[in-house]
C-alpha cells in the first residue's frame, strides 16, 4: 500500500526558508515522477512542481520556478522541496503525489500524502 | 494557461439521486483530463482519468465522459460518502497542469 508521509511546515516569516520532505513507501520510489501539489486554505488545488523517475527532468510553476527547487533521493526514497524566499502567498498545505505511470510523467496523481502545512506570516 | 471552468458551482441532491458535474475547458485538452474527489480535512482522490477510464478502486457509479473541452462527471446514484467537493485537471499542456476551481456536492 502506497504511503507517503510530508514534513516540514511550519509558520515562517516571508522572506524565509523551508525545506519539505516526504517519504514514500509501499511502491517501487525510483520507477515513478513524483510531485508538489498545494491547497491554499478553502481554496482549490494548484500544481507546484514534478520531478521525474531518475531526478534529471523537473518543473515548477512559473510563480515558484525561480525560488523553489524539487529534488529526491531515491537511495532514501525521499521527496523534497526547497522553498526560499516565501511569501504570504505560498500558504498552503502542501501535499506530496505520486504519478499514475512508470517511466515518464503521465501528470495525473494517483496517491497523496496527508499534507504539510505552510504558513507564511511575520 | 488552460482554464478550467466547472459548473455548477454547489450541487444540492439527495442520496439516491444522480449527479451529473461539468469541466469546460479553454481550449481543447482532447481526453487529457482528470477528475478527484476530495472530502473535508482529507486528501483528494483521483477518481477518473483520461477523460473516462476509472482509478483503481473506484465504484462503477462514477463515470466520465467527453472529448475536446465539453467533460461531464456522472454520479449514477449518490451514496451519503459522495458529498464532497470535485475537481477536474487537465494534463494537455504539461508541464504547465491545471485544476478546475471546484464543484461542491452537498446533501439536500
Known amino acids: 500500500q502506497v504511503h507517503l508521509v510530508e514534513s516540514g511546515g511550519g509558520v515562517v516569516q516571508p522572506g524565509r526558508s523551508l525545506r519539505l520532505s516526504c517519504a514514500a513507501s509501499?511502491?517501487?520510489?525510483?520507477?515513478?515522477?513524483m510531485h508538489w501539489v498545494r491547497q491554499a486554505p478553502g481554496k482549490g488545488l494548484e500544481w507546484v512542481a514534478v520531478?521525474?523517475?531518475?531526478?534529471?527532468?523537473?518543473h515548477l510553476k512559473d510563480s515558484v520556478k525561480d525560488r523553489y527547487t524539487i529534488s529526491r533521493d531515491n537511495s532514501k526514497n525521499t521527496l523534497f522541496l526547497q522553498m526560499n524566499s516565501l511569501r504570504a502567498e505560498d500558504t498552503a498545505m502542501y501535499y506530496c503525489?505520486?504519478?499514475?505511470?512508470?517511466?515518464?510523467?503521465?501528470?495525473?496523481?494517483?496517491?497523496w500524502g496527508q499534507g504539510t502545512l505552510v504558513t507564511v506570516s511575520s | 494557461e488552460i482554464v478550467l471552468t466547472q459548473s455548477p458551482v454547489t450541487l444540492s441532491l439527495s442520496p439516491g439521486k444522480r449527479a451529473t458535474l461539468s469541466c469546460r475547458a479553454s481550449q481543447t485538452v482532447s481526453r487529457y483530463l482528470a477528475w478527484y474527489q476530495q472530502k473535508p480535512g482529507q486528501a483528494p482522490r483521483l477518481l477518473i482519468y483520461?477523460?473516462?477510464n476509472r482509478a483503481t478502486g473506484i465504484p462503477a457509479r462514477f463515470s466520465g465522459s467527453g472529448s475536446g473541452t465539453d467533460f461531464t462527471l456522472t454520479i449514477s446514484s449518490l451514496e451519503p460518502e459522495d458529498f464532497a467537493v470535485y475537481y477536474c485537471q487537465q494534463r494537455s499542456s504539461w508541464p504547465l497542469i491545471t485544476f478546475g476551481q471546484g464543484t461542491r456536492l452537498e446533501i439536500k
Open positions: 520531478i521525474a523517475s531518475d531526478g534529471k527532468d523537473k
Open positions: 509501499g511502491f517501487t520510489f525510483s520507477r515513478y515522477g
Open positions: 503525489v505520486k504519478d499514475t505511470a512508470v517511466g515518464p510523467v503521465n501528470y495525473y496523481f494517483e496517491s
Open positions: 483520461d477523460a473516462s
